[in-house]
């Protein structure tokens, strides 16, 4: 009971006393942090809320990276000191927004193919230097550096799974034999790697969690008039008297989904 009235006293007192707002903010980032958590009970409004509110605010917060991180510095700028050369990058730029008009859409196969072109002289040898060079430097560099047997042993492994996974992906010769016997070790390492990519992910995804559940936890302070519980609460009641009405109105029998 003690824990209820103190609950209510800080509750009125968000109506009564002006809160700053850090609190405010915490209200806000508890409601939707809580709203969209609630999509795991079943779709509601409030989750639909909280999933247009973010998705708004995504692009309001990307519309003014490209309009003060690009379009300003490198457009606007240039242009107000005399340099029109900036004038063709643009234009092939906005000619990709012809695509959604039909009658002009074709205007935008320009932009599209510069894209296309110089994004590939950009990726191509990037991808060379890093996935290819880098990879049997890589291998190769553990025997050169070796201070033991175990970091021989170490590079002697690292290179021959690198060599099985390479014949794993030879699709120019027929997999039978030893070409065979390499392909197959090269799908364990494969799967090693997946799976210590897969739980790299999945540790990187319960980390986002765990900061969620402690904004929770500091947002169920008395210094944020216990805005976790409040919302919480309210929410919980909204899903009984749903659930009340339903059944209601179905002669108390569970709705069909």
Known sequence: MEFLA???????????????????????????????????YKDNPFFKVAEHLYLGVGMGWLFQVYLFQTWKPKVYAPLMEGQFSVLIPTLLGLSLVTQFFPRIS??????????????????IPME???????????????????????????GALVAFGFICVLFYFFFSVEHKGAVKKASNIGIYFLMLYFGAAFGNTVMGRFSLLYGRFDDLYKYSDASYFYATHVVLGLLVAYFVLDKLVLSKKNGGQEPAH
Do not use: E, H, K
């Open 6 to 40: 103190n609950l209510w006293n800080s509750f009125a007192g968000l109506f009564t006393v002006t809160p700053g707002w850090m609190t405010f903010g915490g209200w806000v980032a508890a409601g939707l942090t809580i709203c969209l958590f609630s999509f795991l």
């Open 106 to 123: 074709w205007i935008s196969r320009y932009g599209f193919t510069f894209i296309m072109g110089y994004g590939s002289g950009l990726v």
């Open 128 to 154: 060379i230097s890093t996935n290819f060079l880098r990879q049997i430097g890589g291998s190769i560099s553990p025997f050169i550096g070796a201070t033991g047997p175990w970091d021989l042993f170490n």
